[in-house]
Nanobody, 118 residues
Framework: VRLVESGGGLVQAGGSLRLSCAAS????????MSWYRQAPGKQRELVAI?????DYAEFVKGRFTISRDNREKRLYLQMNSLEPEDTGIYYC???????????????WGQGTQVTVSS
């Protein structure tokens, strides 16, 4: 299973970024997909998840939107009204099965850096 994030970068406060996660080797349409982030010196935290429903961390509600394209096997995170506190490495996470396998495992991408300047 491979998860590859892209779309990170440097943006000023109030700006927007759109992250993308390309998945391969996993039954994407049945996988629970989510975005996590890790700020310097802090633990990794959940940002948004798409399983049977979508849910968001309180600190991004109304600013971030998670979406997915099952045909393209891509997960997205639209981030608007970015704040310096949103700075961190953003990770794509998948919980699902590989083709031909019934067990569901957790997979991580390598992360993409988001830096929001004040």
């Amino acid at each position: 299973v491979r998860l590859v994030e892209s779309g990170g970068g440097l943006v000023q406060a109030g700006g927007s970024l759109r992250l993308s996660c390309a998945a391969s080797g996993i039954l994407f349409s049945s996988a629970d997909m989510s975005w996590y982030r890790q700020a310097p010196g802090k633990q990794r935290e959940l940002v948004a998840i798409w399983s049977t429903t979508t849910d968001y961390a309180e600190f991004v509600k109304g600013r971030f939107t998670i979406s997915r394209d099952n045909r393209e096997k891509r997960l997205y995170l639209q981030m608007n009204s970015l704040e310096p506190e949103d700075t961190g490495i953003y990770y794509c996470n998948a919980v699902g099965s590989r083709p031909g396998r019934s067990n569901r495992l957790t997979y991580w991408g390598q992360g993409t850096q988001v830096t929001v300047s004040s």
